[in-house]
């Protein structure tokens, strides 16, 4: 079972950027698909972000599109997401999510289907 923790959530004033890193208690996430959601008081979780297993596929949510960008480290230990161009909008508790399924864009825009493991999030806020 992967124990995933995110790291690297905070405040930032609108137009700034913040750098999200996904890491699963020293072991590699070669092997999954891994995805970024975000939920808002009020509001459903939503699919952020995701790679996937072994092709390096990326999917983007309208929302985010050209503002984030998804990455994994060299030693594929980690997965970041890089955001730029912060809106107020952004904000919400951001969480990572590994799933053993190759592909996972289907599953990230419908809000997290089929993902396996979760993190507890982290906060990130946007001011304006």
């Known amino acids: 079972q992967l124990q995933i923790v995110e790291t690297g959530g905070g405040l930032v004033q609108s137009g700034g950027s913040l750098r999200l890193s996904c890491a699963a208690s020293?072991?590699?996430?070669?092997?999954?698909?891994i995805g970024w959601f975000r939920q808002a008081p009020g509001q459903e979780r939503e699919g952020v972000s995701c790679s996937s297993y072994r092709d390096g596929s990326t999917y983007y949510s309208d929302s985010v599109k050209g503002r984030f960008t998804i990455s994994r480290t060299n030693a594929k230990m980690t997965v970041e997401l890089q955001m730029d161009n912060l809106k107020p909008e952004d904000t919400a508790v951001y969480y990572c999510?590994?799933?053993?399924?190759?592909?996972?864009?289907?599953?990230?825009?419908?809000?997290?289907?089929?993902?396996?493991?979760w993190g507890q999030g982290t906060q990130v806020t946007v001011s304006s």
């Open positions: 999510a590994a799933t053993v399924q190759f592909q996972c864009a289907e599953a990230t825009r419908k809000g997290g289907g089929f993902y396996d493991y």
């Open positions: 020293g072991r590699s996430l070669e092997h999954y698909s």
